[in-house]
């Protein structure tokens, strides 16, 4: 389990128990991105100090280094793990731009020449994953937009605006068909990964600032609150820091899990679904495991 504090280090822990494996020690500026190949060699994290690092996951040893001109707000391995895309804030009078490097082109890398890159003038990404086989990605906006974007050519595939406010954060399902976004606009909506067409709609009343899916049930946990700006002047429960679970087809709420005293800020399924994990305002990474009626209830029902 990665976590990434508004600090400069980057953390890995050990999953079952708890335990802090190390640290990957380098950047100068808070980290909002973390992500790993698909055999977990490799490290990708992307920082305010204005670069985006690779890392070697087992060592904590720097790889790579890329140099942008504002903060890297969102990256990620494509499915093979041979090409890496970032997005960089539109700030400094500098705008959004997507970046796509191949690492199996070492030259890239070092003269820092993405070998494509893709502005985006209107509004800032501000959370974007890999869609299937690597072929496109899918980009969510400032404004509540979501694209389409190629990943060999550049242009734009498709382009929606179901939400009303920015989204905040965008997770694929398992087999990669579906994903879900979290936005300010209180909802976390369920999209095709091809079509972008809207599937489903979670609604809270707060902002949700993180979203995922379930590996294994229809499930869906959602994880957000109030502004962290407000927190000090309201009680937890009124906060609403309770990670909420919906089921995926019926959009209906039937459980919530209390914890955090700040707002939630990322959730995330473990691969094998039997446990989640959520990063709160308040400074802690909580691992939450599901007992076993949780299991059979699902399959009785």
Request: hydrophobic share 35%; glycine share 8%.
């Amino acid at each position: 389990l990665f976590s990434s504090p508004s600090s400069q280090i980057v953390n890995v822990w050990y999953s079952v128990n708890g335990e802090r494996l190390g640290t990957y020690n380098g950047h100068t500026g808070a980290v909002w991105c973390v992500d790993a190949d698909w055999d977990t060699k490799h490290v990708l994290t992307g920082s305010a100090d204005n670069s985006c690092r690779l890392w070697d996951c087992e060592t904590g040893k720097q790889l790579a280094l890329v140099k942008t001109s504002s903060a890297v707000r969102t990256c990620g391995f494509d499915f093979g793990g041979n090409i890496i895309m970032f997005s960089t804030d539109k700030q400094m009078g500098y705008q959004c731009f997507v970046s796509f490097f191949d690492l199996r082109d070492p030259s890239q890398i070092e003269n820092n020449e993405p070998y494509m890159k893709i502005p985006c003038s209107d509004s800032k990404i501000t959370s974007a994953v890999w869609g299937p086989l690597g072929e496109f990605i899918i980009a969510g906006h400032e404004n509540g937009e979501l694209n389409q974007f190629s990943a060999k050519s550049g242009e734009q595939l498709s382009n929606i605006k179901e939400h009303t406010k920015q989204i905040n954060d965008i997770q694929t399902s398992r087999d990669m068909t579906m994903f879900i976004t979290a936005s300010k606009d209180n909802t976390a909506k369920l999209f095709d990964c091809t079509s972008l067409e809207h599937l489903k709609t979670f609604r809270t009343e707060r902002p949700v600032n993180s979203a995922a899916l379930s590996p294994i049930f229809d499930h869906v946990v959602l994880g957000g609150g109030q502004e962290a700006m407000d927190v000090t002047t309201t009680s937890t429960r009124i906060g609403k820091f309770e990670a909420r679970f919906f089921h995926l087809a019926f959009e209906e709420e039937f459980g919530r899990v209390k914890g955090h005293f700040g707002p939630i800020n990322s959730v995330a399924f473990h691969p094998d679904g039997k446990s989640y994990s959520s990063g709160g305002e308040d400074g802690y990474v909580r691992i939450h495991y599901f007992d076993p009626q949780y299991f059979e209830f699902e399959f009785e029902a």
